[in-house]
């Protein structure tokens, strides 16, 4: 069971714990990692017990030998299963959302589970992956736990792609990982650009009594016509460099009045990956996760990559 060095390529990192969840995102991770053809490497952060006692030991002048029994029971795991790829085994200190993200420099994927050991049950997203999603230094998926996780039994590379795309906003990089990952799954790319209606300028008029009450009226059809229309046109342009890129891939235009996150999670119930772009930033310029973004990680059936924009040009 020798490791065998990722060096020079890209690798696929998976983030476990050994509990259940960060199991199903092995089993993930290394099925992405074949059919991508690149390294894996299963990173485990060892418990701040393991590291402060392997820092007593050293401190004493002699060399920690302390097993890593995680690391040690996940590549049991991994060899019995058996792989086509490099598969290399890190055992990292420091903190989770500090050395993960330190270890996923220069990878092609970074992959966790929703959640890890200690999560609430009624929590799909724990704070670790949440911290993550707004740090990755590369794309971020997140696979769901099981009683989400309808699309996973078939594997990494089943289920067409969803990408949450809006027009002026979401990134480059993201629109380009959602046609590579449809191209590699030879897989349908469904681009859903989903926009709010305008309520109707209409004079407010107090009523007499509450029973008098009515709803306000919705926009005029050639209106919302006109209006899903001009945004069909933004989405073809958006998307057309990439559709001549990657001319093989399907895709499948979706624009369409409603809520974005709405959409894409009730998509995900039958999708094998959904795409979202990281891409609105804070006063201070750190990187944070929209809405949309931070609504489907919540509650999407199947794996979500969150895909980070290219870094910002250092100012002059």
């Known amino acids: 069971m020798s490791d065998t060095s990722t060096a020079y390529e890209p690798a696929v990192v998976v983030g476990v714990d050994g509990s259940e969840h960060s199991l199903r995102a092995l089993e993930w991770a290394l099925s992405a990692a074949e059919g991508l053809g690149a390294p894996l490497v299963v990173a485990?952060?060892?418990?701040?017990?393991?590291?402060?006692?392997?820092?007593?030991?050293?401190?004493?002048?002699?060399?920690?030998?302390?097993?890593?029994?995680?690391?040690?029971?996940?590549?049991?795991?991994?060899?019995?299963?058996g792989h086509r790829v490099p598969v290399r085994y890190d055992s990292l200190d420091g903190s989770v959302t500090d050395a993960l993200p330190a270890a996923a420099r220069g990878a092609r994927l970074l992959v966790t589970g929703s959640r890890?050991?200690?999560?609430?049950?009624?929590?799909?997203?724990?704070?670790?992956?949440?911290?993550?999603?707004?740090?990755?230094?590369?794309p971020l998926v997140v696979v769901p736990h099981e009683a989400r996780a309808a699309a996973l039994e078939a594997g990494a590379g089943a289920g067409r792609v969803l990408l949450g795309l809006h027009p002026e906003e979401t990134s480059d990089e993201a629109v380009g990982f959602a046609f590579e990952a449809a191209h590699h799954r030879g897989v349908p790319l469904e681009a859903v650009t989903a926009l709010r209606l305008p309520a109707p300028q209409t004079p407010l008029l107090a009523a007499p009594s509450p029973a008098l009450q009515v709803p306000p009226p919705l926009p005029l059809a050639d209106e919302a016509e006109d209006l899903v229309k001009e945004a069909g046109l933004e989405q073809e342009e958006r998307l057309r460099p990439f559709a001549a890129r990657w001319p093989e891939v399907e895709l499948v235009p979706v624009v369409a009045p409603g809520d974005a996150a709405g959409r894409l999670v009730e998509g995900s119930r039958d999708a094998g990956l959904v795409v979202v772009g990281r891409h609105h930033r804070h006063r201070f310029g750190s990187l944070l996760i929209g809405s949309v973004a931070h609504a489907v990680l919540h509650h999407a059936h199947c794996p979500v990559a969150v895909v980070p924009p290219a870094p910002a040009e250092p100012r002059t």
Do not use: K, N, W
């Not at 007593?56 to 795991?77: H, K, Q, W």
């Open 44 to 81: 485990h952060v060892r418990s701040e017990a393991l590291q402060l006692g392997a820092a007593r030991i050293a401190s004493l002048g002699t060399e920690p030998e302390l097993p890593d029994t995680v690391a040690r029971a996940v590549r049991t795991v991994v060899e019995e299963r």
């Open 116 to 138: 890890g050991r200690g999560g609430f049950a009624s929590l799909l997203l724990g704070s670790t992956s949440r911290t993550l999603a707004m740090t990755a230094p590369c």
